[in-house]
């Protein structure tokens, strides 16, 4: 089991204390299945609750204790059916980030520029350009009803919506 400062435990309750119970000890009691999920459990958050389902107090408080002295965790708060518990996550390698071949990253851009040109090729030409040229994006967006060029003014695409006068109800 392991001890921590008062002042820590102070901290951790309050950090535990908009936590919900990760695990739940049901009518079966403390199983080996219930201590992996708990160890599971600390290993991904460090500080959990753990709900038990049992009404005897001598029980619980039982339960508490053996689940801190079997998984080498420190007893943070148990409060009526709720336990808190807290063990440091272990201290993780950090791993090199992978590279990528530039073979490859070559490779990817070459399979990127083929699938645009697939789907350019297969836009139909707009009206008065040859049939083998490539569309260039400008041509695309004219297809579409785009402009390239902002125009002044009002835009006439889009229409505009006519408000009808407020109606007002007598006092």
Sequence with gaps: MLSIPISERR??????HHLDPVVMIGQHGLTTAVLREITRALEAHELIKVRVLNDDR???AAMF???CNTLACAPVQHIGKL???WRPAPEKEAAPPERQPAKAKKAARKAAGKITAKITN???TPHGAPKGK?????DVRNM????TKKKSGT?????TKTTRPRRRFAD
């Design 144 to 147: 579409r009803g785009h402009d």
């Design 11 to 16: 901290a951790l309750r309050a950090r535990a």
């Design 65 to 67: 204790d053996e689940i």
């Design 155 to 159: 835009d006439t695409s889009r229409t």
């Design 83 to 85: 336990f808190v518990l």
């Design 134 to 138: 490539p569309l260039s994006v400008t």
């Design 58 to 60: 001598r029980a619980r």
């Design 122 to 124: 297969r836009i139909a």
